[in-house]
């Protein structure tokens, strides 16, 4: 957890607990468009989630180090929130926001929900609820969304 002791400082505090593992830098190349969202760490592998535009990418990273782009994007439509967490099985669970223009020709805002193997293999998104927000919003506007596990549950 983050801390900030001292407003006027404009520094944040934490601590990094590293229980069995080993670090190492890679330089990577990504796009010049592309920014980084998330990183996942499976058992041996791992995944990088980034956004390109409107999209999320996903990047596989190999056992060696070797980082990947997957052939197809999690999201195409995404609007700018996201939520990762691994589970003891190293299945990842993402949950994002995305906008779509509804039939009636609004502007609106759902949370989609997915799971990502270590293949890169991801399941139908689902959205999580009909429409989240039914007006005109501001290209700027978006949701903050939060995921953890509890027990043997997502919490969202």
């Given amino acids: 957890e983050l ?8 520094e ?15 330089l990577i190349s990504l796009s010049q468009d592309e920014e980084p969202l998330a990183v996942l760490a499976f058992r041996d592998t791992g995944l990088i989630l980034t956004s390109e535009g409107t999209q999320i990418i996903m990047h596989k990273i ?44 609004v502007l609106s805002e759902t949370i989609s929900y997915s799971t990502v ?7 139908v998104p689902q959205d999580l609820m009909d429409v989240v927000l039914q007006q005109e919003m501001e ?3 978006q949701l903050l969304l939060k995921m953890e596990h509890q027990q043997e549950a997502l919490v969202l």
């Fill in 117 to 123: 193997d270590d293949q890169c293999t991801s399941t």
């Fill in 12 to 26: 944040i505090e934490g601590a990094i607990v590293i229980d069995d593992s080993s670090v190492s830098s890679r």
């Fill in 62 to 105: 190999e056992e060696d180090g070797t980082i990947i782009r997957c052939t197809t994007p999690l999201e195409r439509f995404w609007s700018g929130s996201i939520a990762t967490t691994v589970d003891d099985s190293s299945i990842a669970h993402i949950v994002w926001t995305r906008r779509l223009v509804t039939g009636t020709g």
């Fill in 139 to 141: 290209e700027q506007e």
């Fill in 3 to 10: 801390v900030d002791e001292d407003w006027g400082s404009n």
